[in-house]
Structures are given as structure tokens and as C-alpha cells.
């Protein structure tokens, strides 16, 4: 039976390529070169579809893949519905932060009950945060470079990923609160556990005897 898995381009796939050498699965092309969506491995009963970070989990929620890795951002965003998450991978770290321009109050803001616009890709966490906060926000949906949107008036704050802390820094904004540690998560179709058993569980073995410390 053919084992699918779900992987995006990047720092996903890099930081995936040792979990899946312990598996001993070899990808036969490296994403980022080849315009081919569909990759096979050394392995002939196992291959890679390349998709987006954040659709990784649709894809594997409705069969279309077996096996998928995810970000917990991606897969709060996301509702983990129909999804098995044996693993906590512990690559692609960082931490989902709120962030505003250097100079803004955020504490007075904050304190003064004022209506905050919040720019965020992360719609759910942002509102979950906010609301466990008592805070009233705008959420304004962006697709990607959030950093911009304090600087230019769209939003007072943003929520965001930091790892280094060099975006922020490079675009005069800081953090301000932290929300959650973000990592990324081995997800399963709880279908394709039961059907494919022989062929997934040694691969759950092997990677949960090769995550990183
Ligand atoms: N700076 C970072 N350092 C470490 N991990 C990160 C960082 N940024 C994002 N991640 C994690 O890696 C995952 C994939 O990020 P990546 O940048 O490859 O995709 P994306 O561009 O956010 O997604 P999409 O293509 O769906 O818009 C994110 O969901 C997050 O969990
Ligand atoms: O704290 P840092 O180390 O600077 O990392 C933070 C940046 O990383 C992520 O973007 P990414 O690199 O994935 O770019 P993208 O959202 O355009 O894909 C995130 O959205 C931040 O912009």
C-alpha cells in the first residue's frame, strides 16, 4: 500500500529530511529545485506531495495524504478535525507573539479599554488571546508580512511568529506579550492508521525515536 505524506517547501522539509532518513525514506528530488508537486523516495511505497504549510492538515484531514507535518499555529488555525496528532516533532521552533511599533503603549491601551486593531494570518489564536484577555480587537486578516501593518496605520498591534526576533527588529516593532510556543506536529489520517497500520506505525516509531532535543 502507498504511504502519502504532506510536507510544505522550506523549513518544514529541511527539518523533516532527518526524521525521514530514520524511517529510511530518501526524497528523490529536493522541492525547491523541481516544479514537481508529487516526490518520490527511494522507498517505492512511500512518496511526497508538496503543499502549503497551511494546508497540509486539509489535505490529510481528507485522505488525499496519509501522514502530514504541521506547525501548532497551522493546526489551531485549522480545528485539527479528523486528525490523529501522535507527535510532537519539535522542529520549525518559535513562539507566537503579539507585537507593536517601538513607542506604542501597549500596556495603556490595553489598560484604557481602548478597541485595539489587530493585524494576524492567525485569526482563531489572535481572538482566543485577546478574548481570554478581556481585550475588544479588530481582527484584520493579512496572508503575510504582518510587520508592515502597524507602520503603515492598517493595525495598532500584530500576531506573529518570532524566532530570532530580526524581523521585528528590522521593521522598528518588539514583542510585547507571548501567546504559545510554536512547533511543529506530526498529523495522521485516523482512516489510513487503522488501513495502513503495518506501514505507518514503524514510520511513527522512527520518528518519534528521532526528534530533535
Ligand atoms: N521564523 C520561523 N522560525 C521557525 N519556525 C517558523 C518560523 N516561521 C514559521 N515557522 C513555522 O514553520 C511553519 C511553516 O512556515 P513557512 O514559512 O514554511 O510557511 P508559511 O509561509 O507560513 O505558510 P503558507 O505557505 O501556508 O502561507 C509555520 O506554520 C510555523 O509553524
Ligand atoms: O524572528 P524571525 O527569525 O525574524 O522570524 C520571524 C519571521 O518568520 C516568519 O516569516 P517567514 O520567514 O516564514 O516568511 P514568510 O511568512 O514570508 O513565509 C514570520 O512570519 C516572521 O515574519
Given at each position: 500500500m502507498t504511504l502519502t505524506i504532506a510536507l510544505s517547501k522550506g523549513r518544514i522539509f529541511e527539518e523533516t529530511l532527518p526524521l525521514l532518513a530514520a524511517a529510511g525514506i530518501v526524497p528523490a528530488e529536493a522541492p525547491e529545485s523541481s516544479r514537481k508537486l508529487i516526490i518520490g523516495t527511494n522507498r517505492p511505497d512511500v512518496r511526497l506531495v508538496i503543499v502549503r504549510a497551511s494546508d497540509v492538515p486539509t489535505y490529510v484531514q481528507y485522505g488525499a495524504a496519509d501522514l502530514g507535518i504541521a506547525g501548532r499555529d497551522v493546526l489551531i488555525e485549522h480545528g485539527g478535525?479528523?486528525?490523529?496528532?501522535?507527535?510532537?516533532?519539535?522542529?520549525a521552533k518559535c513562539k507566537m507573539m503579539v507585537a507593536v511599533e517601538n513607542g506604542f503603549d501597549y500596556e495603556a491601551a490595553v489598560k484604557h479599554g481602548a478597541r485595539l486593531k489587530v493585524a494576524t494570518k492567525y485569526p482563531q489564536i489572535a481572538r482566543e488571546h485577546f478574548a481570554a484577555k478581556g481585550v475588544h480587537v479588530d481582527i484584520i486578516k493579512l496572508?503575510?508580512?504582518?510587520?508592515?501593518a502597524p507602520l503603515v496605520g492598517l493595525a495598532d498591534a500584530i500576531v506573529d511568529l518570532v524566532s530570532t526576533g530580526g524581523t521585528l527588529k528590522a521593521n522598528n516593532l518588539q514583542a510585547v506579550e507571548h501567546i504559545i510556543d510554536i512547533s511543529s506536529r506530526l498529523v495522521v489520517n485516523q482512516a489510513a492508521l487503522k488501513l495502513k497500520y503495518d506501514t505507518i506505525q514503524p514510520v511513527l516509531d522512527a520518528f518519534a525515536g528521532a526528534v530533535p532535543q
Open positions: 478535525a479528523g486528525l490523529y496528532q501522535p507527535l510532537d516533532l519539535n522542529i496572508y503575510g508580512s504582518m510587520e508592515l
